[in-house]
């Protein structure tokens, strides 16, 4: 196996100069990045050390990190998105702001018809990557204790 391929990335991503699992910005002082392979591009990708780091190499990585839906609940419905860019889209929306448990606004982003996504899926396993994945990212603004 050579090097990880990251699809969907955003352009910053791309570029090296955000996490590749949480999008958190590495020109900010005191980041510490590590390489996790390389975008459809070919540049080099980095991620946090620590827990992205972590997500960033956990075996299956990139390509089981999406998430299958069904747009509407129907079966020709079917669409598949990066976590990472699930992510973004709910810290984007209103519904990261809600005083709710995570997983309980999650799936209410998720489902909800005025959101991007607004769909249904069966990936457990998936999803909870993706809980753990917008914890990570929400941690020190409150998101939720210890
Ligand atoms: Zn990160």
Redesign the pocket.
């Known amino acids: 196996m050579g090097e990880q391929r990251w699809r969907g990335l955003g352009p910053v991503q791309t570029d090296g100069l955000e996490?590749v699992?949480?999008?958190?910005s590495f020109r900010r002082p005191g980041s510490v990045s590590e390489p996790v392979g390389r975008s459809d591009t070919g540049s080099q990708v980095f991620?946090?050390q620590g827990?992205?780091l972590a997500v960033a190499r956990a075996p299956g990585a990139p390509d089981a990190r999406r998430l299958t839906f069904w747009r509407d609940n129907r079966r020709d419905g079917e669409f598949s998105l990066p976590l990472t860019e699930v992510a973004a889209l709910f810290a984007a929306s209103p519904w990261a702001e809600v005083a709710w448990r995570l997983d309980r606004k999650l799936r209410a982003f998720l489902t909800d018809p005025e959101c991007a996504v607004s769909a249904v899926w069966d990936d457990h396993a998936g999803y909870a990557a993706l809980v753990e994945l917008v914890g990570?990212?929400g941690r020190g603004e409150g998101a939720g204790g210890t």
């Open positions: 996490c699992v949480c999008a958190a991620a946090c827990r992205c990570t990212a």
